[in-house]
């Protein structure tokens, strides 16, 4: 059978054809002009009902939701743009249009909202009832109640106004500083610089002396630019923190467990278990040191190998590595990663210019979704892509729902993609020729516990504690490193001897103002999936539709309510998350016996 030979690079022409240059994408923006202003005259004229029999919202509805699809269509698009070539300069000036509609958008819905609020509540409960309104229920309750959180939508209009500047412009101010961080190194005798993201792939070098240098010019590089970058950090955050402040927030959590449809409780609970249960992955930390030579890790040998592939994967082997393991758990799976790969949704390539990290966003006008990544042909590299597909089957499973039911949230977003990585990545261990590939491959796997139980608890730790200082006042440059440090050693139970107190300037992360805290949810979603994998290996290829039924579920629940439907579990007691982190210690056991010689 011949194998289709897949691209490294992606496919925005069959948006909107010629890039930033786009005279389709310029047309598409003006359409949502228009679109913007029927929608709000359309708000701007509706009386609050009266009677149960009133069809008005109805049709509000369908406006919101053909202007949220163009609206978002935009955006992701733009985000391409930006993120395959950081030195577009007209991209950067379109996310600064997309972040203008946004906020009219926004300015509208707080007027839709407050005239929600304003419907008596029996009228409410009977408009509901309409065929039309049943399946929206959850969503539309749920705007209701942040209506009524929020203040009168004269100063709700006037934040969405100040913060096209005044907030989204320090996250627009963060990408620019990136595009110009440089990374020099000497490779084969020749000086270059590297991007960000070619960076960052020499962290996982077999050669130490290779991961020492690339991190000592990585410090250097991030701390020429640290003095913009906490500039940056302190008036984001201090723009949030004044909002919430006015609208009588005192938990800078409430808006991020809101978002996330979580409890503090069930937030409480995973971090409790976790920390209880550090000193495993402590042992291997110390255990990759001995195997390494060295007394102890330093952060540049985290995501170093333990041993040798002998090969790397291309990019051709690590699409068909993923395929071959999507088809033991499902054919819709498997089709749906086929037709990314053929149809160029994924941006793979190893350039300079493009920006750090992955993603996957989706074009819902299209019905498509687009992957970004810096593919070099490691392992964690087909972790991500499988990872990034499992997000763009996601959008895939939620297409028979109505559109205002796909809006779920971030952690059960990275439930769906961890689950697709560790599809591949269990499958890989299991199938390994050798021991000393399934230590390797194995290793990988732990890397990835490390980093949800270690990594994304220092990020936790350090932005709940630096927004706590911030309240006070600016927080120095000196301050967020110490911050850093002592939360990445909490963290790491201090088992490293060189840590990255830089690291709240260069992780993305905590710049991003579109959803707040970006960094609890990778570990909700990560144990999640673990419930919901254990549950697909004991069901076999037959679970594929039961799992693409709780997809459909995830933007319209709470998650307390998703797992108790879908695996009859209560989130908030200690138990489930338990079994979740001792299937990880598992992998950590079998590494430790392995490497017992």
Known sequence: ?????????????????????????????????????????????????????????????????????????????????????????????????????????????????????????????????????????????????????????????????????????????????????????????????????????????SDREVRKRIFAEWEKAWDKQADLLAGTLNHLSGFRLSVYKQRGWDQILKEALDYNRMKQETLDVMWKVIADNKQPFANYLKRKADLLGVEKLSWADLDAPVGELGTSYSYQQGAEFILNHFEDFGDELTQFTKKAFED??????????????????????????????????????????????GHAFHSFALKDTHPLNRGYAMNVAETASTFAEMIVSDAAVSNAKSDDEKLVLLEDKIQRSVAFFMNIHARFLFETRFYEERKKGMVSKKRLNELMEEAQKEAYVDSLEEYHPLFWGSKLHFFITGVPFYNFPYTFGYLFSLGIYAQAVKEGKGYEQKYMAMLEDTGSMTVEDLAMKHLGVDLTKREFWEEGVKLCIKDVEEFMEMTNK
Request: proline share 3%; aromatic share 8%; with cysteine.
């Open 1 to 205: 059978m011949a194998i289709n030979t897949y691209e490294l690079t992606w496919d925005l022409d069959v948006f909107f054809e010629g890039g930033s240059s786009s005279r389709e994408f310029t047309d598409h923006l003006e359409k949502l002009k228009e679109q913007l202003a029927e929608f709000a005259a359309a708000v701007e004229d509706w009386e609050i009902p009266v009677s149960s029999s009133d069809e008005t919202l109805v049709k509000l509805l369908e406006k919101f939701q053909a202007v949220s699809q163009n609206l978002r269509q935009a955006g992701a698009f733009v985000s391409c743009l930006q993120a395959q070539d950081t030195n577009d300069t007209r991209a950067n000036e379109l996310r600064g249009m997309v972040t203008t509609l946004s906020s009219s958008l926004s300015t509208i819905l707080t007027n839709f909202d407050e005239k929600l609020l304003n419907i008596q509540e029996g009228i409410w409960n009977e408009l509901l009832e309409q065929n039309a309104l049943k399946p929206l229920n959850f969503v539309l309750n749920e705007r209701r109640k942040k209506a009524a959180e929020k203040l009168p939508k004269d100063q709700e209009a006037l934040i969405n106004a100040l913060s096209i500047d005044g907030y989204h412009g320090w996250g627009e101010m963060y990408d620019t500083i990136v595009s110009q961080v440089k990374i020099p190194f000497e490779e084969n005798g020749e000086k270059v610089e590297l991007s960000v993201g070619q960076a960052a792939n020499k962290f996982s070098s």
């Open 344 to 389: 160029r949704w994924i941006e793979a390539e190893d350039r300079a210019g493009k920006r750090p990290g992955g993603f996957c966003t989706s074009f819902p006008v299209s019905g498509q979704s687009r992957i970004f990544m810096t593919y070099s042909g490691t392992p964690s590299n087909v972790s991500t892509l499988a990872h990034e597909l």
